[in-house]
């Protein structure tokens, strides 16, 4: 009877770490799209300058149609709302439609707040790209983004003989040449500057924009965290027998790769089954062939 009390405290007591941490990582995106729509609204937009992206296309069509920018933030990034749910996971899904619906909101909100730099076009792209990078990181942080390009980045990742940055940049060219025909050329090189930058900090605040990770964890349950990463992200690990050099012990160390976008849950499923395991990161630059193509988790 006492173990299954304390079996049920602990079930309680995980079940309620999860909520916090769910919570506290939700308030966290939202600040992050916040900080990314004052970016854009009171920096970049007021001065012909666009962001890369589903967002730089919202912004051109806004421009062009005089449609609210928030409503087609949020209608285009639908699709891939989608696409992130099924290739990354519900959670992720999740936190990236918060993270959308509160950037377009905050477009909405901060539409007309006055414009704090005007003229000098560096100092305008420099702090406008911190600014947006800044946000955009730490709702990626997080595990939520705020531009749906990412996600389609990562899939055709999957398909084509390049790595996820190369496409990344490779697709916002499209965009910034559409950007020109709003904001004219000067306009495209200041918006592609202004993301470069962006992509700069999200890497400082993310750490990692692009390419795969690498994680090794020696678990007191590496059979059972082999298991819960494969039916709850979707990833396939491998086993190998370590030997401790100061323990004298023998461990199964679990080495599983993903992409940069599944780096949040991957460690709250290692948080969750081992508090205490040892994990040690690897940022790597591309990873093809073999077995890394995800399964199917719904």
Sequence with gaps: MEVATTKIMKEKTKKSKRIKNALMRGTFVIIGALIAAYGLEAILIPNNVSDGGVTGISIVLSEIFNLPLGVLIGIFNIPFIWLGYKQIGKSFALFSTLGIVTLAIGTVAFHHVHTIIEGDTLLITVVGGIILGFGMGLALRNGGALDGIDMLAVLLARKLPFGTSDLILF???F???LVSTVFGL???ILSGLAYFIASKVIHIVE?????????KIITKDPELLVETIRDRLGRSCTLTEVYGGYSNETFKEVTCVINRLEDTKIKSIIFEIDPKS???VYDMAE???GNFNKKNIH
């Design 207 to 215: 750490e990692g924009l692009s390419g795969t990770k690498t994680f």
């Design 186 to 188: 000067t306009g495209a």
């Design 278 to 280: 040892f994990v040690t």
């Design 171 to 173: 697709l916002n060219m």
């Design 175 to 177: 965009v910034f040449i």
């Design 287 to 289: 990873v093809k062939g």
